[in-house]
């Protein structure tokens, strides 16, 4: 688990500052280690990274999306029943996450983040997934927090990316390679190396094929 949070702030009352939301839903978390399994996802809006084949580049501006405040955002998420939050965006990280997963942490939920890493680390969160772009690098402080290394391959170029990030983290990352949800070719490229490499695993989008949200 990471946390930077002090005795102090520990004791703060954090329930009316207020995120830019993109979206909050309860889902079926669809990708990564912890695929299957029920989540409340809240989509930060902000992101700084632009991929080309990003598939939520609604996402990106921050100011197009409402704000809601960490009472609203826990209110939903404990209504909703599910275990764990997923935080994501977006760039969860280019927010203080610290009053948000304080108050989620304090009603009993568990948090796992999803993040390139490019901006510093907040917050209290128990399941760190780095899925770290070339356009934006993730920050050196992120790889000892590392629980999953998750990284989209279209080209061997990606490959190479994924063992340069995957030697920065600990040795019990979990790694995984996911193909882009659209573009099969890069398929057959990851199943190969795979085979030769199997200290990877293969992470597939399935909520996109089974049309869950
Ligand atoms: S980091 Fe995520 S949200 Fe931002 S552009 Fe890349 S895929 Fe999209």
Redesign the pocket.
């Known amino acids: 688990m990471f946390s930077t949070e002090s005795e102090l702030l520990l004791e703060k009352d954090y329930s009316l500052v207020e995120y830019p939301i993109m979206e909050h839903f309860l889902t079926i978390q669809g990708e990564g280690v912890h695929t299957g399994k029920t989540a409340y996802f809240i989509r930060t809006a902000g ?1 700084d ?3 080309w ?5 609604d ?2 501006d921050g100011d197009k999306h409402p704000k809601m405040s960490v009472k609203h955002l826990t209110r939903a998420a404990v209504e909703s029943g599910a275990p764990f939050v997923v935080i994501t ?3 969860p990280l280019l927010h203080d996450l610290h009053p948000l997963t304080q108050n989620l942490h304090k009603h009993g939920l568990k948090i796992h983040i999803e993040t ?1 890493g490019s901006s510093s680390l907040s917050g209290q969160l128990d399941w760190i997934t780095l ?1 770290p ?1 070339r ?1 934006k690098k993730p920050l050196h402080e992120i790889f000892p927090y590392v629980d999953e290394l998750k990284v989209v391959v279209l080209t061997k170029k990606d490959l190479a990316w994924a063992e340069e990030n995957a030697a920065k983290c600990p040795p019990d990352t979990k790694l995984l390679l996911q193909p882009e949800w659209d573009t099969p070719a890069s398929v057959q490229l990851i199943v190969d190396y795979v085979k030769e490499h199997p200290q990877w695993g293969i992470s597939l989008q399935t909520h996109k094929f089974l049309g869950v949200r």
């Open positions: 992101c990274v632009q991929c084949w990003c598939d939520v580049k996402s990106w965006g977006g760039e390139s899925s772009k356009f």
